[in-house]
């Protein structure tokens, strides 16, 4: 008897142990762009490997913001990322209630042909789509950008919305359109306010992943003027140095705008909404 | 209320006929209740009615006219589902005011109805809550509540009692009677459950396998089952059913079981007037309550005594085929005891082996 609260205490340690080793894991890339992004760069080489520098500044960040691009390169990515999000959930909202609702003549070979799109790799394609974009006068563009983003990320969420919709009770639209609603009208009234969750994750998915794109970032766009920030970030590796100060710096306020997007949008990522809907 | 009429229903689901041809009048006000087993496609039938789904064939008509092409919205019927489909993100009152909202009623009279609807149901204290605050049977009640402030042509019920408890289910089986005693409204209650039809309906209509097996009262069915299948399935305990040998003669018909001679019935003629088996192989039909022990009659073994309170359900061994009687006699059974049945003649109904028509005494 006297070895269970010893072994509940062993348990429990095990359990926090694992949890904090992950955390650590997961987190230490973190601290460490903010360590480097804060030491000045005298004490960059000089001090070895320490937690942190013996003096912290801002010297980074003010040269950042003042001396480079970054602040121009910051809003072209705000610019294609809220775009992409916008116009790839609304497709997605879109053919995913009508996955998710509707059985229609070709719908698995819509679906297997929106799953074959997932399975290139993306270099494989950089090059049809550069000759595509070119006469069209997409490269070097922003628009071109936020088309290229959109019609990446549709597939996937599309299939992460049928699942939100799927997940809703098709008894409630039921009962909406027999009340008095058309099916449209059951849709933005009744579904729409109970995927709010979906629609929240699925933006989120799509702003994040829009947001630290780098590959068809740097091969369509060569101008600064169009440039998003991953590619901007690469601006700090020059031909015989690398300024890991206000490269770090450059990394830490791009995480801003995805941490605020997230803070906006985590109500609605709370799941349960739907809880009473049916039965109980 | 309107009266609502199907004629000649058919309905596929891809390759699949889910009905194969459905003929009914509803009278206006009354309570019919659909009743089968799962997938006998009384559900599909009810939202058919609601225009939840196409109709494959036939027609279907509200109130004199034809509503097939019309959307559920310009049905003018209130459903309660068997899942409740509450709207989770609105109030008790706002799922109940929502219909009224959709046509425009005004705010006051929307107020009122609501009010009203809710006194009737104990919803009152329950208006600003929201579903997921509510028990299972007070949900029940918002989704009866939904459906009753307008006044709709027809009331759908798709297995609205399911979900809830046996004490429950029964004190709401009183209330929706009541309900509907007092709007006299035209309702179709769907139900698997036959004693919910038993003690609710106008009339039952039995279907299985897609069709309609019988039209009638609760008593007909019970009393004059047409088939093996509407006697099986109506009455609880259910009605037994043994092999039996009948030799059919001008006057009357001669019933053994087993070896022993069982009945002496009247003359007995196949439906449609047909002759009845050659073989004399029949399929008897035995409703447990209307065995009863008596000094003398067929011998039988008893196998079991399931006692329910009210009386008890004896298990039987009656020539080598399980039988089931129902007793309220006290009288001690024991296992391995050795007893007399007797059944009066009319108790007593014979089903062709083949088709499970039941055979009606002739003339």
Known sequence: ?280 | MSAIEILGVRKDFGSVPVLRGIDLAIAPGEFVVLVGPSGCGKSTLLRLIAGLEDLSAGEIRIGGRKVDDLPPKDRDLAMVFQSYALYPHMTVRGNMSYSLKLRRTPAEKIADTVKRAAVKLGLLGLLDRKPRALSGGQRQRVAMGRAIVRAPKAFLFDEPLSNLDARLREQMRFEIRKLHRDLGATSIYVTHDQIEAMTMADRIVAMNEGTIQQVGTPQDLYDNPANTFVAGFIGSPAMNFVDGMATFGQAATELAIGTERFARLPAMRMPGSADPPRDGRVIVGLRPERIAIAETGAGAIVDLVEPTGLGSVVHLDLAGQPVKLFTTDRRPLAVGEHISLRVAAEDVLLFDRNTGLRLRAAG
């Open chain 1, 1 to 280: 008897m006297r070895s269970m609260p010893l072994r509940r205490t062993l348990g429990w340690g095990l359990h926090y142990g694992i949890l904090g080793l992950y955390l650590v894991f997961a987190l230490f890339p973190l601290f460490w762009l903010v360590k480097v992004s804060v030491t000045p760069n005298d004490l960059l080489y000089s001090e070895g490997v320490r937690l942190w520098p013996s003096r912290a500044n801002l010297e980074h960040y003010a040269s950042v913001v003042t001396h480079t691009d970054f602040p121009l390169f910051f809003r072209n990515s705000v610019v294609v990322s809220t775009a992409t999000a916008i116009f790839s959930t609304c497709c997605a909202a879109a053919g995913g209630y009508a996955f998710s609702r509707f059985s229609f003549g070709g719908k698995f070979w819509i679906v297997g042909l929106m799953l074959v799109t997932q399975m290139f790799p993306l270099v494989m394609i950089i090059a049809p789509i550069f000759r595509l974009l070119g006469p069209l006068g997409l490269t070097n563009s922003l628009t071109g950008l936020v088309i290229v983003y959109t019609a990446f990320n549709v597939p996937f969420a599309t299939f992460l919305m049928q699942s939100f919709f799927d997940a809703i009770p098709r008894e409630l639209e039921e009962a909406a359109m027999i009340d008095g609603e058309t099916r449209f009208g059951a849709l933005l009234r009744i579904i729409l306010p109970l995927t709010l969750p979906g629609l929240a994750a699925t933006l989120g998915f799509v702003f994040t992943a829009a947001w630290s794109e780098l590959l068809f970032a740097l091969m369509l766009n060569s101008s600064t003027a169009a440039s998003t920030f991953p590619v901007g970030l690469l601006s700090f590796v020059s031909k015989f140095s690398v300024d890991f100060g206000q490269m770090m710096a450059a990394g830490v306020l791009a995480l801003i705008p995805v941490c605020g997007f997230f803070f906006l949008i985590q109500r609605y990522l709370v799941q349960g909404l739907t809880a009473g809907a049916v039965k109980g």
